[in-house]
């Protein structure tokens, strides 16, 4: 986990951009995935004669038009009409000479009210007029807003005003109803787990607001996350859909609505790029099946917080299989997880029989387990396999985890420069150790220092002193004030316990060690150091 907040990942593009005057929609394209068909062992793929056999299946359409005019009917626009409250800064010179000179008018500092809209895509699954469309596309589209209507237009230009009937925020899955005088055209949800890569798709919605656009293109990738949310599992797509298609239906051949448009990722204008994501209909008919009974969405939860899957650097610290598995960071004190006895630096390699790996995530495992029920967990800690049941809990609010994570705390400022540390074994002032092997100095974790760098008082390990800045440790972004709670699964109180466990790695033949490191009190993460040898 890199502790570092500097870089911004381009993935913040991916979300359909939201504001008060526009929705984005999502996109797709087209990305290469290993595996597939093989042919005979010294035999190219692309040998001729090979691909003639996976030429287009029987009835593949030469032209899409068929289909789309069946498809399209049930295809609507999605429109807000907000209502943003903004705040006024009251004017300093207020009831003085100079009053207007600087623009401000009145100065009373009373919040300002304007009106916003949003538009997007949804499409019709019910002839009495259930619509699905993103919650984004329906939420308020900036801070302070409310939203004051919803109106669904028809592709025959009949506009009826929506009813919110219920919607998910972390799948970004809205319901809507309207009445019409008569039953509506509408598209069933289709089998997303069969859509393969290369797979031919249609996408239909309302870019920038223009009406009903059709595009096509092909299934890039299965199983995507853009690591904008907990249970990502995008459909990937080279269909060119744009700010307004999100909440459009994406359709497979047989006309089977297999997603739902929702995220994209643009240039700096927001334009397509040919990358864009849809919400699998798998995952999303579940959902929209409980909105309409009128039930409240629960997942499951275990009160843990993820230190990330197991990269290659992490593997070969803990001496495990690459991409098998996901970190414990923390765990939540008396939560589900505490009692069932899971600890900080276990890897949960498989839930209740399925195994944990970059498709298939810990958090989208848990959740899917009713609140209630036990999940039987296997971990390996220390290296050992073992078996832990948990029984699950209905997930928290967002407000409620938020409460959970607590504040953040100051840096553990340096008064010197963290330059003079050559990295050199053996003991230096004030009873730290530097081992060389990582080249970084460590000091045992008092009262004070702890509320100097700004942890809780129940994390418990040693404080970075100072990093050779010539380090893999200082590459991987460690730095003065981090506090270091294990070192590869065994914890460390005393900066003996801490050169100790890396002299045991570095014995063991092991490049590198695995540090569970604490950053204030809400960036706790596992960062993999290399050990220097010689």
């Given at each position: 986990?890199?502790?570092?907040?500097?870089?911004?990942?381009?993935?913040?593009?991916?979300?359909?951009?939201?504001?008060?005057?526009?929705?984005?929609?999502?996109?797709?394209?087209?990305?290469?995935?290993?595996?597939?068909?093989?042919?005979?062992?010294?035999?190219?793929?692309?040998?001729?004669?090979?691909?003639?056999?996976?030429?287009?299946?029987?009835?593949?359409?030469?032209?899409?038009?068929?289909?789309?005019?069946?498809?399209?009917?049930?295809?609507?626009?999605?429109?807000?009409?907000?209502?943003?409250?903004?705040?006024?800064?009251?004017?300093?010179?207020?009831?003085?000479?100079?009053?207007?000179?600087?623009?401000?008018?009145?100065?009373?500092?009373?919040?300002?009210?304007?009106?916003?809209?949003?538009?997007?895509?949804?499409?019709?699954?019910?002839?009495?007029?259930?619509?699905?469309?993103?919650?984004?596309?329906?939420?308020?589209?900036?801070?302070?807003?409310?939203?004051d209507s919803i109106t669904v237009i028809l592709p025959d230009r009949r506009e009826y005003v929506a009813r919110l009937v219920g919607r998910d925020p972390d799948s970004d899955l809205a319901l809507?109803?309207?009445?019409?005088?008569?039953?509506?055209?509408?598209?069933?949800?289709?089998?997303?787990?069969?859509?393969?890569?290369?797979?031919?798709?249609?996408?239909?919605?309302?870019?920038?607001?223009?009406?009903?656009?059709?595009?096509?293109?092909?299934?890039?990738?299965?199983?995507?996350?853009?690591?904008?949310?907990?249970?990502?599992?995008?459909?990937?797509?080279?269909?060119?859909?744009?700010?307004?298609?999100?909440?459009?239906?994406?359709?497979?051949?047989?006309?089977?609505?297999?997603?739902?448009?929702?995220?994209?990722?643009?240039?700096?204008?927001?334009?397509?790029?040919?990358?864009?994501?849809?919400?699998?209909?798998?995952?999303?008919?579940?959902?929209?099946?409980?909105?309409?009974?009128?039930?409240?969405?629960?997942?499951?939860?275990?009160?843990?917080?993820?230190?990330?899957?197991?990269?290659?650097?992490?593997?070969?610290?803990?001496?495990?299989?690459?991409?098998?598995?996901?970190?414990?960071?923390?765990?939540?004190?008396?939560?589900?997880?505490?009692?069932?006895?899971?600890?900080?630096?276990?890897?949960?390699?498989?839930?209740?029989?399925?195994?944990?790996?970059?498709?298939?995530?810990?958090?989208?495992?848990?959740?899917?387990?009713?609140?209630?029920?036990?999940?039987?967990?296997?971990?390996?800690?220390?290296?050992?396999?073992?078996?832990?049941?948990?029984?699950?809990?209905?997930?928290?609010?967002?407000?409620?985890?938020?409460?959970?994570?607590?504040?953040?705390?100051?840096?553990?400022?340096?008064?010197?420069?963290?330059?003079?540390?050559?990295?050199?074994?053996?003991?230096?002032?004030?009873?730290?150790?530097?081992?060389?092997?990582l080249g970084m100095t460590v000091l045992p974790l008092t009262p004070t220092i702890a509320s100097q760098v700004g942890v809780d008082s129940t994390v418990q390990g040693v404080v970075v002193a100072m990093v050779?800045?010539?380090?893999?440790?200082?590459?991987?972004?460690?730095?003065?004030?981090?506090?270091?709670?294990?070192?590869?699964?065994?914890?460390?109180?005393?900066?003996?316990?801490?050169?100790?466990?890396?002299?045991?790695?570095?014995?063991?033949?092991?490049?590198?060690?695995?540090?569970?490191?604490?950053?204030?009190?809400?960036?706790?993460?596992?960062?993999?150091?290399?050990?220097?040898?010689?």
């Open positions: 986990m890199d502790l570092s907040q500097e870089d911004i990942p381009p993935v913040r593009y991916a979300f359909a951009i939201t504001s008060a005057l526009l929705l984005g929609g999502a996109t797709a394209t087209l990305a290469l995935q290993p595996g597939g068909a093989q042919t005979t062992p010294g035999t190219a793929q692309n040998e001729p004669g090979v691909i003639a056999a996976a030429a287009p299946r029987a009835g593949a359409p030469m032209s899409f038009a068929d289909m789309v005019q069946r498809l399209q009917p049930a295809v609507v626009n999605i429109s807000t009409k907000q209502t943003i409250v903004q705040n006024q800064q009251a004017n300093p010179f207020s009831g003085t000479p100079f009053e207007g000179l600087f623009g401000q008018q009145g100065g009373s500092g009373q919040p300002q009210r304007r009106e916003g809209q949003s538009l997007g895509s949804g499409f019709v699954i019910s002839a009495d007029g259930y619509v699905v469309t993103n919650n984004h596309v329906v939420a308020p589209g900036a801070r302070g807003a409310t939203v809507l109803k309207i009445t019409a005088p008569g039953p509506l055209p509408f598209v069933r949800f289709g089998d997303s787990t069969r859509a393969r890569v290369g797979d031919w798709v249609v996408a239909i919605g309302n870019p920038f607001g223009l009406g009903g656009t059709v595009t096509a293109g092909i299934v890039s990738a299965l199983h995507r996350s853009t690591g904008l949310g907990a249970y990502d599992q995008f459909i990937q797509t080279d269909a060119a859909i744009n700010q307004g298609n999100s909440g459009g239906p994406m359709f497979n051949l047989q006309g089977d609505v297999i997603g739902i448009n929702s995220q994209i990722l643009g240039n700096q204008s927001g334009g397509n790029i040919g990358i864009g994501f849809a919400i699998p209909a798998e995952q999303a008919r579940p959902i929209i099946d409980q909105l309409m009974r009128g039930q409240r969405i629960t997942r499951g939860y275990i009160g843990v917080t993820l230190g990330g899957p197991i990269d290659s650097d992490r593997a070969e610290a803990l001496g495990i299989p690459n991409n098998q598995g996901e970190l414990i960071a923390r765990v939540e004190p008396a939560g589900p997880a505490a009692r069932a006895g899971l600890r900080p630096g276990d890897v949960v390699t498989k839930v209740n029989g399925q195994p944990v790996n970059p498709d298939q995530t810990l958090s989208r495992l848990v959740a899917a387990v009713p609140p209630g029920q036990a999940a039987r967990l296997e971990v390996v800690r220390g290296g050992r396999p073992q078996a832990l049941s948990v029984t699950v809990a209905a997930r928290p609010s967002q407000e409620q985890l938020a409460a959970l994570t607590g504040q953040g705390g100051e840096d553990f400022s340096n008064n010197g420069d963290d330059s003079d540390n050559d990295g050199s074994t053996g003991k230096t002032p004030g009873g730290a150790v530097a081992p060389a092997a050779d800045p010539q380090s893999d440790a200082a590459s991987k972004q460690l730095k003065r004030g981090d506090v270091v709670q294990q070192v590869n699964g065994a914890a460390v109180r005393t900066a003996a316990e801490f050169a100790s466990a890396v002299a045991q790695a570095k014995a063991a033949g092991r490049p590198s060690v695995l540090l569970l490191v604490s950053r204030g009190r809400q960036m706790t993460g596992f960062i993999a150091v290399r050990i220097a040898r010689g």
